[in-house]
């Protein structure tokens, strides 16, 4: 019986850092927002003990910020935090191809798994063109995470996924507020995927940095140095 229950609590606290994860990506839970482990508890009708577990979790990953006598908030990102991250993965991406190429010359990744890929990209860049935020967000977390499972370990993987969540918890405020946030939105999805099938590193390179470079001009129209 204690084994079953540490799993079902465990479990628990999984469920509400995803369901709370997920509602500061769509937005729902601003930045710099407030809330207590009792008002969470309350709200999802649970104990307090796995909600205090995933706000730490959530506290760990950056997405919260933790105050001894006010609870929890919701971190706050700044424009040259988002840079950040934006230098951090391309430097960590860019590594990984040159370690790849440097080892076998070309990439070599396909199979049932690329399909699946495949279909990410379609379903992401499709929400990417339509403007849609709250399709495109899950679609292109799980495009990056698997495409990252191809050619990282799972650490840098790991590492990878948690800056693409900060970087779309920085956003989601400023592209809701956007006049066309459309015009702002990545959309090169099956072009990354269409390169690594062809197993030419300098085209995904080209795709990538043509992704980040997007990145780094949306940073600049933010703050005005367009």
């Given at each position: 019986?204690?084994?079953?229950?540490?799993?079902?609590?465990?479990?628990?606290?999984?469920?509400?850092?995803?369901a709370l994860r997920d509602e500061v990506l769509a937005g729902?839970?601003?930045?710099?927002?407030?809330?207590?482990?009792?008002?969470?508890?309350?709200?999802?009708?649970v104990s307090a003990t796995p909600v205090r577990e995933a706000l730490v979790d959530l506290t760990a990953q950056g997405l919260l910020d933790s105050d001894q006598h006010k609870g929890f908030r919701v971190h706050r990102f700044t424009v040259e935090d988002y840079r950040g991250m934006v230098e951090a993965r391309a430097l960590i991406v860019d590594g990984i191809f040159r370690r790849l190429?440097?080892?076998?010359?070309?990439?070599?990744?396909?199979?049932?798994?690329?399909?699946?890929?495949?279909?990410?990209?379609e379903e992401a860049a499709r929400a990417a063109r339509a403007g849609d935020l709250d399709i495109l967000i899950g679609y292109d977390l799980r495009f990056w995470r698997e495409l990252s499972g191809f050619v990282a370990n799972s650490y840098i993987a790991d590492f990878l996924h948690r800056l693409r969540v900060q970087a779309w918890v920085f956003a989601v405020p400023h592209l809701r507020a956007a006049r066309e946030p459309g015009a702002w939105l990545w959309?090169?999805?099956e072009e990354l995927v269409d390169a690594v099938t062809l197993g030419d590193p300098d085209a995904v390179m080209a795709v990538?940095?043509?992704?980040?470079?997007?990145?780094?001009?949306?940073?600049?129209h933010l703050d005005g140095r367009r």
């Amino acid at each position: 019986m204690p084994a079953s229950g540490a799993v079902t609590r465990n479990t628990l606290r999984q469920q509400v850092a995803d369901a709370l994860r997920d509602e500061v990506l769509a937005g729902r839970l601003q930045p710099g927002q407030e809330f207590t482990v009792k008002h969470i508890a309350d709200q999802y009708g649970v104990s307090a003990t796995p909600v205090r577990e995933a706000l730490v979790d959530l506290t760990a990953q950056g997405l919260l910020d933790s105050d001894q006598h006010k609870g929890f908030r919701v971190h706050r990102f700044t424009v040259e935090d988002y840079r950040g991250m934006v230098e951090a993965r391309a430097l960590i991406v860019d590594g990984i191809f040159r370690r790849l190429c440097d080892r076998t010359g070309a990439l070599h990744v396909h199979g049932a798994p690329l399909v699946s890929v495949r279909r990410r990209a379609e379903e992401a860049a499709r929400a990417a063109r339509a403007g849609d935020l709250d399709i495109l967000i899950g679609y292109d977390l799980r495009f990056w995470r698997e495409l990252s499972g191809f050619v990282a370990n799972s650490y840098i993987a790991d590492f990878l996924h948690r800056l693409r969540v900060q970087a779309w918890v920085f956003a989601v405020p400023h592209l809701r507020a956007a006049r066309e946030p459309g015009a702002w939105l990545w959309n090169g999805h099956e072009e990354l995927v269409d390169a690594v099938t062809l197993g030419d590193p300098d085209a995904v390179m080209a795709v990538v940095d043509a992704y980040n470079a997007h990145s780094m001009r949306w940073a600049d129209h933010l703050d005005g140095r367009r």
